[in-house]
């Protein structure tokens, strides 16, 4: 199964090349899932069913983790595999992790062991004491540019998910600003010369989603964290206007993500540009970049497009970029 899965990155990676991205990833082909995977080789988390808000449409539903024990990281998490990555490209190579607010998200206080952790306070230190030390084994193999991917922020913009996180035992209003520490924790002390990026979107599987909302009700707890950029997802009504990016600190990048990944059909340009356009009237162009909305398969079920329509898309963006900003 390794091998095989050394020969498909190695091509994608080269597509990656020949289209023109400058930061290559190995596709996460490696994982199931494009967080538990590595959540699940902390010490402490196992899976779980989830009991939360569902993705619209589909029977099947991703698990969620559940902390049992004392959060930390025993062992080097992917280090192999960001090692075969950075091997195999002439490129910047960017690793993908998800972010610590995903321990809690989905099951809340519910879903961490009152008995491990009576306090939550003492849980999160735990989690960042883990996360810092993940991210040092990663920056000991060459990490340079690392990217925490984050749902929790667009989930907490929608009503539904509000209240159960209140069912959870949590209080929305707390959370984004909870979160945004969590992350500030774990990177504190990070690495010299590693740039971290936020990923956040309204949920990605099987070409499904989980909420919607726009970002204003977290757009200030979220621009606090402590990475140089984030990646957000534009590619629908469901994420509002660009009004939150008014809150965007100076020095730091907004990436929009125009090009959604949940159908084949192909963006025109033109009307991506109107669209990068419209988010320069609150964050200057050039703090601007442009990407896909998520990633083209988050999980191993793949979303509704085909490989041609995946290549395509990555090749639209790279053209429209060199078109804005040369």
């Not at 660009?242 to 025109?268: A, D, H, M, N, Q």
């Amino acid at each position: 199964m390794r091998s095989l899965e050394d020969k498909f990155i190695a091509e994608a990676i080269a597509k990656q090349e020949a289209i023109g991205l400058a930061s290559i990833t190995d596709g996460e082909m490696r994982r199931d899932w494009w967080h538990l995977d590595f959540m699940l080789q902390l010490d402490g988390v196992t899976a779980a069913v989830n009991p939360g808000p569902k993705f619209g449409g589909i029977e099947e539903q991703p698990p969620i983790p559940s902390v049992t024990a004392k959060i930390a990281c025993s062992t080097p998490i992917m280090v192999n595999d960001f090692v075969f990555l950075k091997k195999n490209t002439r490129q910047t190579a960017k690793f993908t992790i998800p972010s610590p607010a995903m321990l809690h998200l989905r099951g809340g206080r519910n879903s961490i062991s009152k008995a491990v952790y009576p306090d939550l306070a003492e849980f999160w230190a735990d989690a960042a004491a883990a996360y810092r030390k993940a991210i040092r084994n990663l920056a000991a193999a060459g990490c340079s540019y690392l990217q925490l991917d984050d749902v929790s922020f667009s989930y907490l913009c929608d009503a539904k998910i509000r209240d159960n996180c209140r069912r959870n035992g949590d209080d929305p209003a707390r959370l984004a600003r909870t979160y945004a520490d969590a992350i500030t924790a774990a990177l504190k002390d990070r690495p010299a010369g590693m740039t971290v990026t936020m990923h956040t979107c309204r949920g990605n599987f099987k070409s499904s989603w989980v909420a919607s909302g726009g970002y204003e009700p977290v757009a200030e707890a979220m621009f606090s964290s402590a990475v140089d950029a984030f990646f957000m997802e534009f590619d629908s009504g469901r994420a509002g206007t660009f009004e939150p990016l008014r809150y965007l600190p100076k020095g730091k990048r907004i990436v929009l993500g125009l090009i959604t990944t949940k159908t084949g059909s192909l963006e025109e340009k033109d009307a991506i540009k109107r669209r990068i356009d419209a988010a320069a009237n609150y964050v200057p162009l050039e703090n601007l970049c442009l990407s896909p909305q998520c990633g083209f398969s988050s999980t191993h079920h793949g979303n509704a497009l085909s490989s041609e329509e995946q290549w395509r898309k990555l090749a639209r963006v790279v053209e429209v970029a060199r078109e804005v900003w040369g």
